[in-house]
């Protein structure tokens, strides 16, 4: 389906975030995604032609990012944090027991097309370890059991808050939307830190430091 | 008694903290007026007197950095600022920018004004949908409040999951619509970066620390922190320890003091490695628990600073797994650029994972430590001989530990000890 | 080095303790050539920049004392004063980093040399014997792909064998600015590859195919056809078109199995376009002509013996008034040949070799002006302007093309394209468009602004706007612009300076000029020569048919190729023709004595090039008869009984060269006024067309690979002609005149809103024989 005049005018609003517009590119993937869930044919030749440069440049970009799905994920798209550290506290057991939970490989997506699964690399939050993202939302501290209810819940439509986010988990697309730079008001949910984040300052207030 | 100085931390208990009346509550804005209404080398002079180093690896003088941005050339100059975070085992520019992003807007603005750049670009990784939320905001409100716009502007640029995009030329391609591969330097980003134009780019630490140095003055900063390592920083605790987490102190405290404050190691448990900045920089033992943590302590002791990356691995921990994981995110990581990195990863993990099942023989050590000599130095990047720090620090503790796996036919250790949740079957 | 070249600093370096001395800016790596030290490399390339990615090329550096803490790419180290350099011949870090590189090569690189094209000229297997270890340490599992893929009709791509080096992406993206090949995913899954809507067409992906270093990117025709070590290599020189690329030929037992681009720093550096790569089977296909025909009593063309041919050819000629018509595609020697034979042999000045639509007013611009060009590649290296004036250097001189394209890159050189259509290569070359109607670009051209630095860059088809030559001189008069004529056939600047012209002796002298004529006269061993200007192309078939000629000798010609093509073969018709060509033609079917003539890569010689620069070849086939058109007019005239003494090519070369320089008068221009652009309404619209460079061109026969990348046929209209049509891209157009009509699907693109533009030579789509037209006429437009 051809994209919509809005959503040809978004993406021209996209370029002009940049003094030059290739730049745009990243962005207009992530706006691609939020259409249709992956990177599609269209996309690229969209993107393309709004930049003019050739499909093949644009393919080389799409190909080279792990975020951008050339097939379709599923609306909750799961990470699980394999590198050494979540990994070695929980991430490996998480993942396998998803794995069998979900009955998919790495990288599949469960026949309903909810719920994807992906081993992911260090996610910047190794102090909340093991670490599970979905729709790249953190979930922290899960266990085996924590992150099989959140997969459960997330097939049947009511998936849990992240432990840092917004008080509902977005879709893929919705989040998809979000990483293209588009503002989905919902910067001001939940909570501005988690523990392990103020630990210092809770311990330097507590030992009056300074 | 504790060392802790939280500065960038200071109001991240509020639960508002991230947004701008927050951050006016406490003085937000003010430094970039200040700084505004200086002559921009004044500024320039005042962080290169202040001490503070770029706090994304390598540690480099910010206003030596700034320095270099030519003047009066009459061309477009650009403030990036690098907040891909993606080397494993860092963790403090993400909470930072969940909590408090106004630090880095007025850290943009005040930099921008010293290197005379009109547009500045954060570069952020893809896979953090709140904290784009967050910044996205946070320069929204910025502009609404007229701190950004009037000739200057600042850009958020999303990642889409690249940890190459992490240096820094690479992350100019990325900016630019390539791909995220990394630049021949000379020329160097100063002289020809962001569209072949001056710029500047620091990690968020490095810019979200500038504000206060303004507000409070060079000497300031300058009384923490050791002789060549000024000012505090984020070290991040992380791994089997009591209580992980973030904490701000003065560049020069020890492992052995931050483990204090957190707890200790888990209970029951003992130190048996750590890395002192990401799994780049050659791992260290519980040999190691008094180096002070500064640029050239640790460098002093055979490692790097790098991001301040403590991970914390107890005697549970199988090294070689652990070097394996690592050395797997490296083969996942490499751009593919360069022959040593893109063919050297891909050997590296054939063979530790035949290692860790106990196939091999100590000759494959050495086979081992001579393909990281082949990658080490001879790579394109960093990224390359980043890869081998795990496996050549690792054999040189713990060469005993591979040994054992070759004789045990196969990894000594249960997995599922080293989990928080003891008795899940891994 | 020419006096005006600013004098370049040396700098000197150590290399391995021997000192060289090098222009500053040059690279370690070919600083070391110099001394005669080969450094292993994959990814460094002279002509691309600078990349550092294979790491082959390590050495170690000190300068001043101060050692690099690491091995050092030297292909992307300018030399600097006080270097110290050791390579793998003095540097056991050096030696061992190359060492372990090339082990790391050859970690995913399969063991299937025995099978690979590249086997025996393989830059990886020479590397791998000189600088890897005599045996692999790696135990593991071997990267594969799905091989091989067609990345388009005529390229195909084994990836597992592809080291990376991105030369194939890097060419084709700096070079040639067609980025259709990509490296795509990432890490140790990165792999070259196209987007899968979007095949490698581009005019020049041979050349990514040659650069490569291994056997990753091959030709669909010559894969699997032989080994290198089979091949006997002759240097040729293209016939193609008139950029003059220097090119190798590499036959085995006879037969031409692949052509590659030569080496000219001055002219095509070390590319070439696919046409010139892979466009060679016409000469073995299988409808060459091979025996002499006579057509007999019976009006029937029949086999004859060489002597009877001969014979009947001068029977045919001697007294008669007859005249030459010679293609644009003769060799320096042979057009000599047919100049001399006109002159000699037939006693006229009837001589043309423009087989296409031409004017009095360009005869008279060659004969003044491009005689004497010394316009050049240089000339457009060092331009602050460059003007194309109905010429698409992409399809129709794609070394020129690639020439403008560095300068435009590398020092964003002004081009400005005065068309009635924007082109691919317009785009490409960020050019300046001047858009105008089929007929107006004269004042498109005096209204540029152009400098004594400026080139202006005019292609054979100015011929078919009156006035517009004219104003090229003007222009070029008032501003001090120089002018480079860029006709497409290789055969054309060579035929000019050959005398293969009605207005001119050989070394541009004017016919006219008593002293000039002297001058042949002399040279020749004849009394006198004809002492007026003879007919032009049109003029001699409009003699033919009227009778006022009697006979003529057409070399290489396919009428197909003239204005009014049915006419002109209904005046050969009627007339007494001796065809001299390598294949059934239109020509040859009404001719009465058919001579088969050797083909360019089975003879010696050379062309000239549109700068007037000889490209020399030798024969890369042997041709057991030695039929070179030369030696069978030689023949023929010696059978006339005024022998042109010009047995072989050697003669001819050594006579040519023994004509000295004409410093007389050239030829005057009288200037002929433009006439504009016809007004249109309604359906109405101005024909304009050029020849692609892939098309349906005789030199292209069978092959169908090269084909199958050629850009599609399309009738190209304005947006606002489109909205009034009611089409859209796809639509099939129809465009008529009272001669007939072609149908072709609707692209809109930016062309001038009068005109509508169609390849002239394309599937579907040839103008002049269907429409008998080609720019500037009336035609209607409607929906089909
Ligand atoms: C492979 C690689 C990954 C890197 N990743 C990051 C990163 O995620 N964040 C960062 O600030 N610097 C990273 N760096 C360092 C940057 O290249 C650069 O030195 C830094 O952003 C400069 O900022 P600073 O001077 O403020 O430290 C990385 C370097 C390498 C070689
Ligand atoms: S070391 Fe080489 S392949 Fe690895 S990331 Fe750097 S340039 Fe890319
Ligand atoms: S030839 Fe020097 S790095 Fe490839």
Redesign the pocket.
Do not use: M, V
């Given at each position: 389906m051809p994209y919509s005049q809005d959503e040809l005018a978004t993406m021209n609003s996209i370029i002009e975030r940049y003094p030059r517009s290739r730049s745009a590119i990243m962005p207009l993937l992530h706006f691609v995604q939020s259409r249709a869930g992956y990177v599609t044919n269209e996309g690229i030749e969209t993107i393309a032609k709004l930049l003019t440069i050739e499909t093949a440049e644009v393919s080389a970009v799409a190909t080279f990012y792990t975020q951008y799905k050339r097939k379709p994920v599923g609306e909750y798209h799961v990470g699980v944090c394999t590198n050494t550290l979540c990994a070695v506290m929980g991430g490996d057991a998480i993942f396998s027991a998803l794995k069998d939970h979900l009955g998919v490989e790495n990288d599949g997506v469960t026949a309903d097309g909810k719920v994807s699964l992906e081993h992911i690399e260090c996610n910047a939050a190794c102090d909340y370890a093991p670490v599970v993202m979905a729709n790249w939302e953190f979930y922290d501290n899960q266990t085996v059991e924590s992150a099989k209810s959140l997969v459960d819940a997330a097939r049947a439509g009511n998936p849990p808050a992240p432990t840092r986010g917004p008080n509902k988990l977005v879709t893929w697309k919705e989040a998809s939307a979000v990483l293209a730079g588009i503002n989905d008001g919902l910067a001001n949910e939940g909570v501005q830190a988690g523990e392990p984040s103020l630990l210092g300052l809770k311990l330097s207030k507590n030992g009056g430091a300074k | 008694m504790t060392k802790l100085t939280p500065v960038l931390s200071a109001h991240w208990d509020e639960k508002d903290s991230f947004t701008i009346q927050a951050y006016k509550r406490h003085g937000g804005y003010k430094a970039s007026e200040k700084a505004l209404a200086m002559d921009p080398d004044a500024v320039i002079q005042l962080i290169k007197d202040s001490g503070l180093r770029g706090r994304g690896g390598a540690g480099f003088p910010t206003g030596m950095k700034w320095g270099f941005i030519p003047q009066g050339d009459d061309k477009d100059h650009y403030l990036v600022v690098n907040a891909d975070e993606s080397e494993p085992g860092t963790c403090k520019d993400m909470p930072l920018l969940m909590a408090n992003p106004h630090v880095l807007v007025e850290g943009c603005i005040i930099a921008s004004h010293a290197i005379r750049a009109k547009r500045a670009f954060i570069y952020i990784r893809g896979e953090v949908t709140h904290v784009v939320r967050r910044l996205n905001q946070a320069i929204e409100d910025a502009y609404k409040a007229g701190h950004l716009g009037n000739g200057f502007d600042l850009v958020l640029h999303v990642g889409a999951g690249a940890y190459?995009c992490g240096?820094e030329t690479?992350l100019l391609d990325s900016l630019e619509g390539f791909r995220g591969?990394?630049r021949l330097r000379p020329p160097f980003p100063a002289i020809a970066g962001l569209y072949a134009r001056p710029t500047v780019v620091n990690n968020v630490e490095s810019i979200a620390s500038v504000p206060a140095i303004i507000a409070n003055g060079a000497e300031w900063y300058q009384s923490m922190g050791t002789e060549k390592s000024k000012g505090a920083t984020l070290y991040s605790l992380s791994g089997h320890v009591k209580n992980p987490g973030q904490f701000e102190a003065p560049l020069g405290i020890t492992l052995r003091e931050i483990l204090e404050l957190a707890g200790g190691v888990r209970s029951g448990h003992k130190l048996k490695f750590w890395t002192p900045g990401g799994s780049s920089t050659p791992i260290f033992t519980d040999a190691h628990l008094d180096t002070p943590l500064d640029y050239e302590g640790v460098s002093a002791a055979g490692s790097m600073l790098g991001t301040k990356a403590l991970q914390i691995f107890d005697e549970t921990t199988c090294v070689v797994r652990a070097v394996l994981r690592w050395t797997e995110f490296?083969k996942h990581?490499?751009?593919?650029?360069?022959?040593?990195?893109?063919e050297g990863?891909w050997w590296l993990v054939q063979i530790l994972r035949d290692l860790e099942d106990g196939r091999g023989t100590e000759a494959d050590l050495e086979k081992l430590l001579d393909l990281c000599d082949n990658?080490m130095g001879r790579?394109?990047?960093?990224?390359?001989?980043g890869?081998t720090s795990p496996i050549t620090s690792s054999i040189k503790h713990f060469r005993d530990e591979y040994i054992a796996h070759l004789t045990n036919g196969g990894c000594p250790f249960d997995s599922a000890k080293s989990t928080l949740f003891e008795g899940a079957n891994a | 080095m020419t006096t005006t070249d600013v004098a370049v600093e040396l700098i000197t370096v150590v290399i391995d303790g021997f000192e060289v001395n090098v222009p500053k800016g040059t690279l370690v790596i070919r600083a070391a050539e110099q001394l005669g030290i080969q450094i292993p490399r994959f990814c460094d390339h002279p002509l691309l920049d600078p990349v550092g990615?294979c790491?082959q090329c390590l050495v170690d550096i000190e300068i001043n004392g101060r050692a690099f803490p690491k091995p050092q790419a030297s292909c992307t180290i300018p030399v600097e004063p006080g270097m110290i350099v050791k390579t793998q011949l003095t540097s056991p870090v050096a030696d061992k980093a190359q060492k372990g590189v090339m082990e790391l090569l050859l970690v995913n690189h399969p063991l299937d040399c025995p099978v690979c094209d590249k086997g025996g000229e393989c830059p990886l297997q020479n590397q791998a014997m000189s600088t890897g270890h005599a045996e692999s340490r790696f135990e593991g599992t071997k990267r594969t792909f799905e091989k091989p893929v067609a990345i388009s009709s005529q390229v195909l791509l084994d990836r597992e064998r592809c080291v990376l080096c991105a030369r194939c992406t890097r060419f084709s993206d700096q070079i040639a600015s067609d980025p259709f090949i990509t490296l795509n995913h990432r890490?140790a899954l990165q792999q070259v590859g196209i987007y899968e809507n979007q095949p490698f067409e581009s005019y020049f992906s041979g050349n990514a195919v040659q650069i490569c270093p291994v056997g990753a990117l091959t030709g669909s025709s010559y894969r699997f056809r032989a080994r290198p070590f089979d091949l006997v290599s002759t240097p040729s020189a293209c016939e193609h078109c008139a950029s003059g690329c220097d090119m190798r030929t590499d036959v085995r037992r006879s037969k031409t199995l692949r052509r590659l681009a030569g080496d000219d720093a001055t002219v095509n550096e070390e590319w070439n376009c696919d046409k010139g790569r892979w466009a060679f089977k016409y000469v073995t296909a299988v409808d060459r002509l091979t025996t002499p025909l006579v057509r007999g009593a019976d009006g029937v063309l029949a086999p004859a013996s060489w002597p009877e041919a001969i014979a009947a050819a001068a029977a045919g000629l001697k007294g008669k008034r007859s005249a030459v018509l010679v293609g644009g595609r003769a060799t320096v020697e042979d057009a000599y040949g047919y100049s001399k034979f006109a002159r000699i042999a037939l006693g006229t000045n009837d001589i043309d070799f423009r087989a296409r639509v031409t004017s009095d007013e360009e005869r008279d611009f060659i004969s003044s002006k491009v005689v004497s060009s010394t316009t050049t590649y240089a000339d457009i290296d060092k331009a602050d302007h460059v003007a194309l004036v109905s010429f698409e250097p992409e399809e129709e001189s794609p070394i020129v093309f690639l020439r403008l394209n560095k300068q435009v890159r590398k020092r964003a050189l002004k081009v400005s394209s005065i068309s009635t259509k924007l082109s691919i290569a317009s785009e490409k070359l960020n050019a300046n468009f001047a858009k105008v109607a089929p007929g107006a670009e004269a004042a498109a051209l005096t209204a540029l602004e152009l400098t004594n630095k400026s080139v202006i860059l005019v292609g054979e088809r100015a011929s078919e706007t009156p006035g517009l030559l004219s104003t090229v001189i003007s222009v070029s008069e008032k501003t001090g612009a120089k002018i480079g004529w860029i006709p497409r056939r290789a055969g054309e600047r060579g035929a000019v300076e050959a005398g293969a012209l009605a207005t001119l002796l050989p070394g541009g002298r004017p016919v006219e000029d008593a002293a000039a004529r002297v001058d042949i006269a002399a040279v020749w061993g004849v009394q006198s020569l004809p002492s007026t200007a003879g007919r032009s192309t049109s003029e001699i078939i409009k003699a033919l048919s009227t009778g006022e000629l009697d006979s003529v000798v057409v070399g290489g010609v396919d009428a197909l190729d003239l204005p009014h093509s049915k006419d002109a073969i209904a005046a050969l018709k009627k007339s007494f023709v001796v065809s001299l060509e390598i294949a059934p033609s239109s020509v040859t079917e009404v001719a009465d004595v058919v001579l088969p003539v050797a083909a360019v890569t089975e003879k010696s010689g050379s062309f000239l090039n549109w700068e007037g620069r000889a490209r020399a070849f030798a024969a890369a086939v042997n041709d057991s008869f030695n039929r070179s058109d030369l030696r069978i007019l030689s023949m023929i005239a010696d059978e006339i009984g005024e022998s042109i003494m010009l047995g072989t090519v050697t003669q001819a070369a050594r006579e040519i060269s023994s004509l000295g320089t004409w410093d007389g008068a050239r030829a005057t221009f009288k200037s002929v006024s433009t006439s504009g652009a016809h007004s249109v309404n309604g359906d109405q619209a101005l024909l304009t067309s050029w020849r692609r460079l892939l098309d349906l061109g005789t030199l292209q026969k069978g092959e169908d690979n090269l084909a199958g990348t050629s850009r599609k046929s399309v009738a190209v209209i304005s947006a606002s002609r489109a909205e009034k049509l009611g089409v859209k891209n796809g639509d099939a157009l129809r465009i008529s005149n009272e001669v007939g009509s072609i149908t072709l699907p609707a692209l809109v693109e930016a062309i001038h809103d009068d005109a509508v533009w169609i390849p002239r030579n394309s599937r579907g789509t040839q103008p002049l024989i269907s429409l008998n037209s080609v720019h500037g006429d009336v035609v209607s437009v409607v929906k089909a």
């Open positions: - | 190459i240096e690479a591969q990394p490296y990581e490499s751009c593919g650029k360069c022959t040593p990195c893109r990863t990658i790579s394109f990047c960093a990224l390359g001989d890869a | 990615a790491r890490g």
